[in-house]
C-alpha cells in the first residue's frame, strides 16, 4: 500500500486538506483487488472566530489516487477554494469531487460557475 502525506492549501478565510482516509472506488479501499485505487478525500474549513470549522457538506472523495501529482491537487485546491467563497457551495463541491488526474483546468467545464 502506497502512502500519502497529507496537505493542506489555505486562501483567506477558507482551507482545503487533502488526505489518503482510506478510501477507495467501491468504498474502503481493497488491496487485493487490483482495479482498486486508493482516493484521495478534500475537507474544507473555514475560519470563524479564530478557529477552522468545518464547511457543511465540504468533504468529498474524489477519482483522484493519491499518487496524483501534487501539482495538479493545488490547482484543484484553488478552484475548490473558490467554490467555498461562494453562498452555497455544496453543489459546485459536489461536482468538484468528480476531479481526475486527467481533466484540464483550461477547459470552460472545469472553469468556477
Known amino acids: ?5 497529507d496537505f493542506t492549501t489555505t486562501k483567506g478565510n477558507f482551507r482545503v486538506t487533502w488526505e489518503d482516509i482510506g478510501e477507495g472506488w467501491e468504498g474502503d479501499y481493497d488491496p487485493s483487488d487490483p482495479e482498486d485505487d ?9 475560519l470563524v472566530n479564530g478557529e477552522w470549522e468545518q464547511v457543511p457538506d465540504g468533504s468529498y472523495c474524489t ?3 493519491i499518487t496524483t501529482p501534487k501539482d495538479s491537487l493545488e490547482l484543484f485546491a484553488n478552484s475548490i477554494l ?4 461562494q ?3 455544496k453543489r459546485r463541491l459536489e461536482e468538484l469531487s468528480w476531479l481526475s ?5 483550461t477547459k470552460k467545464s472545469l472553469a468556477i460557475k
Open 82 to 85: 473558490e467554490a467555498c467563497e
Open 38 to 46: 486508493q482516493l484521495l478525500r478534500f475537507s474544507c474549513d473555514k
Open 63 to 65: 477519482r483522484c489516487p
Open 101 to 105: 488526474p486527467e481533466d484540464d483546468f
Open 1 to 5: 500500500m502506497n502512502e500519502f502525506t
Open 87 to 89: 453562498p452555497s457551495p
